[in-house]
Protein backbone atom coordinates (compact mmCIF):
# COMPACT_ATOMS: atom_id res chain seq x y z
CA UNK A 1 0.00 0.00 0.00
CA UNK A 2 1.19 3.57 -0.82
CA UNK A 3 1.25 5.29 2.26
CA UNK A 4 1.11 9.26 2.78
CA UNK A 5 2.84 11.59 5.02
CA UNK A 6 1.65 14.75 5.58
CA UNK A 7 4.00 17.81 7.39
CA UNK A 8 3.21 19.49 9.76
CA UNK A 9 0.74 17.76 11.64
CA UNK A 10 -0.53 21.28 13.06
CA UNK A 11 0.37 24.82 11.74
CA UNK A 12 -0.55 28.53 13.69
CA UNK A 13 -0.51 31.02 11.50
CA UNK A 14 -2.30 34.52 11.24
CA UNK A 15 -4.61 36.34 8.46
CA UNK A 16 -3.25 37.71 5.68
CA UNK A 17 0.07 35.31 6.13
CA UNK A 18 1.29 32.53 3.25
CA UNK A 19 1.30 29.04 4.22
CA UNK A 20 2.28 25.53 2.64
CA UNK A 21 1.40 22.00 3.48
CA UNK A 22 3.20 19.40 1.95
CA UNK A 23 2.42 15.65 1.31
CA UNK A 24 4.92 13.00 0.44
CA UNK A 25 3.94 9.88 -1.41
CA UNK A 26 6.05 6.22 0.08
CA UNK A 27 6.32 5.59 -4.11
CA UNK A 28 5.80 8.06 -7.53
CA UNK A 29 2.19 8.56 -7.94
CA UNK A 30 2.61 10.81 -10.43
CA UNK A 31 0.59 13.63 -10.55
CA UNK A 32 -2.70 12.00 -8.82
CA UNK A 33 -2.69 13.73 -5.64
CA UNK A 34 -6.19 15.52 -4.31
CA UNK A 35 -6.09 17.94 -1.41
CA UNK A 36 -9.45 17.98 0.82
CA UNK A 37 -10.11 20.92 3.42
CA UNK A 38 -12.52 19.99 6.27
CA UNK A 39 -13.42 21.77 9.21
CA UNK A 40 -14.99 20.79 12.14
CA UNK A 41 -18.22 18.76 12.23
CA UNK A 42 -18.58 18.95 8.73
CA UNK A 43 -17.67 16.82 5.72
CA UNK A 44 -14.64 17.29 3.73
CA UNK A 45 -14.47 19.15 0.61
CA UNK A 46 -12.33 18.85 -2.17
CA UNK A 47 -9.73 21.76 -2.76
CA UNK A 48 -7.14 20.42 -5.75
CA UNK A 49 -7.32 17.10 -7.93
CA UNK A 50 -4.62 16.09 -9.94
CA UNK A 51 -2.07 17.81 -7.95
CA UNK A 52 -2.68 21.58 -9.56
CA UNK A 53 -6.42 21.60 -10.57
CA UNK A 54 -8.54 23.45 -8.68
CA UNK A 55 -12.14 23.01 -7.93
CA UNK A 56 -14.60 24.93 -9.28
CA UNK A 57 -15.69 27.65 -6.70
CA UNK A 58 -12.35 27.00 -4.70
CA UNK A 59 -10.58 30.23 -4.39
CA UNK A 60 -7.63 31.19 -6.89
CA UNK A 61 -5.68 31.56 -3.10
CA UNK A 62 -5.67 27.92 -2.84
CA UNK A 63 -2.72 26.54 -5.55
CA UNK A 64 -1.15 23.25 -5.52
CA UNK A 65 2.03 21.60 -7.10
CA UNK A 66 4.44 18.44 -7.40
CA UNK A 67 4.11 15.38 -8.95
CA UNK A 68 6.21 12.02 -8.08
CA UNK A 69 5.98 11.86 -4.66
CA UNK A 70 6.41 15.27 -3.10
CA UNK A 71 3.56 17.12 -3.33
CA UNK A 72 2.58 20.81 -1.64
CA UNK A 73 -0.45 23.01 -0.90
CA UNK A 74 -0.17 26.86 -0.88
CA UNK A 75 -2.92 29.36 0.81
CA UNK A 76 -0.78 32.59 -0.81
CA UNK A 77 -2.98 34.83 1.58
CA UNK A 78 -4.70 33.09 5.10
CA UNK A 79 -8.41 34.21 5.37
CA UNK A 80 -10.53 33.55 8.84
CA UNK A 81 -12.35 30.81 7.28
CA UNK A 82 -9.24 28.92 5.77
CA UNK A 83 -8.22 28.19 9.97
CA UNK A 84 -9.47 23.88 9.08
CA UNK A 85 -7.69 20.51 8.84
CA UNK A 86 -6.41 20.05 5.82
CA UNK A 87 -5.47 16.21 3.93
CA UNK A 88 -4.14 14.69 0.88
CA UNK A 89 -4.81 11.76 -0.85
CA UNK A 90 -3.88 9.85 -3.50
CA UNK A 91 -5.57 8.48 -6.52
CA UNK A 92 -3.08 6.21 -8.13
CA UNK A 93 -3.33 2.90 -9.93
CA UNK A 94 -4.71 0.26 -7.35
CA UNK A 95 -6.32 1.05 -3.27
CA UNK A 96 -6.94 1.39 -1.03
CA UNK A 97 -6.63 5.31 -1.77
CA UNK A 98 -5.22 5.95 1.39
CA UNK A 99 -5.38 9.60 3.09
CA UNK A 100 -2.90 11.48 4.84
CA UNK A 101 -2.32 12.16 8.94
CA UNK A 102 -3.95 15.56 8.37
CA UNK A 103 -2.78 19.19 8.91
CA UNK A 104 -4.21 21.08 11.12
CA UNK A 105 -4.55 25.01 10.48
CA UNK A 106 -4.85 26.77 13.33
CA UNK A 107 -4.83 30.95 14.26
CA UNK A 108 -1.93 32.16 15.48
CA UNK B 1 -27.12 20.15 -6.99
CA UNK B 2 -25.78 16.93 -6.06
CA UNK B 3 -27.11 15.72 -2.66
CA UNK B 4 -25.96 12.15 -0.87
CA UNK B 5 -27.86 11.48 1.88
CA UNK B 6 -26.47 8.33 4.39
CA UNK B 7 -29.22 6.48 6.60
CA UNK B 8 -29.15 3.48 8.87
CA UNK B 9 -26.30 4.26 11.46
CA UNK B 10 -26.63 3.61 14.98
CA UNK B 11 -25.32 1.47 17.95
CA UNK B 12 -24.54 -1.90 17.20
CA UNK B 13 -22.97 -4.56 19.72
CA UNK B 14 -19.56 -6.37 18.90
CA UNK B 15 -20.09 -9.04 16.02
CA UNK B 16 -23.43 -7.43 15.11
CA UNK B 17 -24.20 -6.17 11.69
CA UNK B 18 -25.36 -2.92 10.02
CA UNK B 19 -26.42 -1.85 6.75
CA UNK B 20 -25.47 2.05 5.73
CA UNK B 21 -27.53 3.32 2.84
CA UNK B 22 -26.87 6.61 0.75
CA UNK B 23 -29.12 7.98 -1.93
CA UNK B 24 -28.06 10.28 -4.34
CA UNK B 25 -29.39 12.84 -6.56
CA UNK B 26 -29.12 15.60 -8.87
CA UNK B 27 -26.49 13.36 -10.77
CA UNK B 28 -26.56 10.42 -13.47
CA UNK B 29 -25.46 7.97 -10.89
CA UNK B 30 -24.81 5.13 -12.84
CA UNK B 31 -22.29 7.38 -14.60
CA UNK B 32 -20.07 7.54 -11.73
CA UNK B 33 -17.74 5.63 -9.81
CA UNK B 34 -18.60 6.08 -5.21
CA UNK B 35 -16.70 5.91 -2.61
CA UNK B 36 -16.70 4.88 1.26
CA UNK B 37 -14.94 6.88 3.64
CA UNK B 38 -14.47 6.50 7.48
CA UNK B 39 -13.36 8.57 10.53
CA UNK B 40 -13.39 7.81 13.87
CA UNK B 41 -13.34 10.06 16.63
CA UNK B 42 -11.09 12.58 16.57
CA UNK B 43 -9.06 10.84 13.94
CA UNK B 44 -8.46 11.21 10.45
CA UNK B 45 -9.65 9.87 7.30
CA UNK B 46 -10.03 6.39 5.67
CA UNK B 47 -10.89 5.10 2.67
CA UNK B 48 -12.91 1.78 2.96
CA UNK B 49 -14.16 0.90 -0.01
CA UNK B 50 -14.99 2.05 -3.70
CA UNK B 51 -17.50 0.72 -6.60
CA UNK B 52 -17.53 1.68 -10.39
CA UNK B 53 -20.22 3.20 -11.61
CA UNK B 54 -22.19 -0.46 -13.27
CA UNK B 55 -21.51 -2.27 -9.76
CA UNK B 56 -19.68 -4.91 -11.01
CA UNK B 57 -16.36 -3.98 -9.47
CA UNK B 58 -15.62 -3.32 -5.80
CA UNK B 59 -12.64 -2.67 -3.89
CA UNK B 60 -12.17 -2.72 -0.01
CA UNK B 61 -9.46 -1.22 2.34
CA UNK B 62 -7.51 -4.71 4.12
CA UNK B 63 -9.43 -3.75 7.72
CA UNK B 64 -12.58 -3.98 6.42
CA UNK B 65 -12.20 -7.11 3.21
CA UNK B 66 -14.57 -10.05 4.07
CA UNK B 67 -16.68 -8.05 6.42
CA UNK B 68 -18.01 -5.02 4.52
CA UNK B 69 -19.96 -5.81 1.04
CA UNK B 70 -20.32 -2.90 -0.92
CA UNK B 71 -23.09 -2.72 -3.27
CA UNK B 72 -25.56 -0.23 -5.77
CA UNK B 73 -29.00 -0.26 -7.08
CA UNK B 74 -28.49 2.50 -10.13
CA UNK B 75 -32.67 2.04 -10.61
CA UNK B 76 -32.76 3.61 -6.94
CA UNK B 77 -29.56 5.83 -7.31
CA UNK B 78 -29.04 4.12 -4.08
CA UNK B 79 -25.70 2.82 -2.06
CA UNK B 80 -25.05 0.19 0.63
CA UNK B 81 -22.59 -0.69 3.06
CA UNK B 82 -23.34 -4.03 4.75
CA UNK B 83 -21.53 -4.35 7.64
CA UNK B 84 -20.88 -7.62 9.24
CA UNK B 85 -19.00 -9.13 12.38
CA UNK B 86 -18.29 -5.45 13.46
CA UNK B 87 -15.79 -4.47 15.79
CA UNK B 88 -15.24 -1.50 18.45
CA UNK B 89 -12.51 -0.27 15.96
CA UNK B 90 -15.43 0.13 13.18
CA UNK B 91 -16.46 2.71 15.53
CA UNK B 92 -16.64 6.10 13.01
CA UNK B 93 -18.71 8.21 11.07
CA UNK B 94 -19.19 7.01 7.62
CA UNK B 95 -19.10 8.95 4.45
CA UNK B 96 -20.46 8.59 1.30
CA UNK B 97 -18.52 10.13 -1.63
CA UNK B 98 -18.64 11.01 -5.28
CA UNK B 99 -15.87 10.30 -7.92
CA UNK B 100 -15.31 12.60 -10.01
CA UNK B 101 -16.17 10.10 -12.67
CA UNK B 102 -16.50 6.53 -13.31
CA UNK B 103 -13.13 5.61 -12.27
CA UNK B 104 -12.70 3.98 -8.65
CA UNK B 105 -9.16 5.23 -8.67
CA UNK B 106 -10.06 8.92 -8.45
CA UNK B 107 -11.16 12.03 -6.65
CA UNK B 108 -13.82 12.42 -4.52
CA UNK B 109 -15.65 15.26 -5.31
CA UNK B 110 -18.87 15.80 -3.20
CA UNK B 111 -19.37 13.87 0.16
CA UNK B 112 -22.74 13.81 2.71
CA UNK B 113 -23.13 14.73 5.77
CA UNK B 114 -21.93 11.54 7.36
CA UNK B 115 -23.39 8.39 9.78
CA UNK B 116 -22.67 7.76 12.87
CA UNK B 117 -22.39 4.27 13.51
CA UNK B 118 -21.06 3.00 17.08
CA UNK B 119 -19.76 -0.37 18.32
CA UNK B 120 -19.94 -0.93 21.74
CA UNK B 121 -21.46 -3.55 24.35
Known amino acids: DIQMTQSPSSLSASVGDRVTITCRAS??????LNWYQQKPGKAPKLLIF???SLQSGVPSRFSGSGSGTDFSLTISSLQPEDFATYYC??????????FGQGTKLEIK | EVQLVESGGGLVQPGGSLRLSCAAS????????MTWVRQAPGKGLEWVSG????????YYADSVKGRFTFSRDNSRDTLFLQMNSLRAEDTAIYYC??????????????WGQGALVTVSS
Open chain 2, 97 to 110: AKNRDEAVAGTIDY
Open chain 1, 89 to 98: QHSYSNPPYT
Open chain 1, 50 to 52: TAS
Open chain 2, 51 to 58: ISGSGTSA
Open chain 1, 27 to 32: QSISYY
Open chain 2, 26 to 33: GITFSHFA
